[in-house]
């Protein structure tokens, strides 16, 4: 059995389990946190991998890069992972549950780029407009990048739209470029 098929097993019978007990959107939170920190702490991926280190510390590792107080779902969730020594295959189970949730929330991730920050009146202008569109909710990254000196870049899934200065500047230089090209 692959990697792939093990942690999409983990993680929807960790979205039902959720359901059921009314969970599913403090673990989704829950898992968000775990996958954040296993993705900026390869430490923990280390000492989580590590045979050597005792299942119980490993527990507590994992319990401890969620922070504060945790459901009993992702304890158990944990615990069974551990005892199954599927833990190499965690960061995979998690990006399976967020995937899961976002699903059956209806939930749209994307990100805006934009070259000074952006209020917070016109970011939450953008998600109701995402939220009408999609008949569901958005949860979007806001990013400031002087590079693109002015406009926007939005990107939702795999739509982007780029309404970047910088952008529109490399298509007039193509522009002049190409009838350069035609008139020589």
Do not use: W
Not at 63 to 72: D, H, K, M, N, R
Not at 84 to 96: H, N, Q, V
Not at 103 to 115: D, F, M, P, Y
Not at 144 to 171: C, E, K, W
């Amino acid at each position: 059995m692959t990697i792939g098929s093990i942690a999409v097993r983990y993680a929807k019978a960790l979205l039902e389990y959720a359901n059921e007990t009314g969970a599913a959107e403090r673990v989704y939170h829950e898992v968000l946190k775990l996958k954040e920190t296993l993705m900026t702490v390869p430490e923990l991926r280390t000492a989580v991998n590590n045979p050597l280190l005792e299942t119980k510390k490993k527990a507590n590792l994992l319990e401890e890069a969620i922070g504060g107080e945790i459901t009993s779902e992702i304890k158990r969730f944990i615990q069974l992972v551990l005892k199954e020594k599927r833990e190499g295959a965690i960061l995979f189970m998690a990006t399976s549950y967020i995937g899961l949730y976002r699903k059956q929330e209806n939930i749209s991730v994307g990100s805006l780029i934009t070259a000074t920050p952006a209020t917070p009146e016109i970011v939450e202008r953008i998600r109701k407009m995402v939220a009408n569109e999609t008949k569901g909710t958005a949860e979007f990254t806001t990013q400031v990048n002087p590079n693109i000196l002015g406009g926007f870049i939005f990107q939702l899934g795999t739509y982007r739209l780029d309404a970047s200065v910088a952008h529109q500047m490399q298509l007039v230089k193509k522009q002049f470029i190409e009838k350069n090209r035609r008139v020589v």
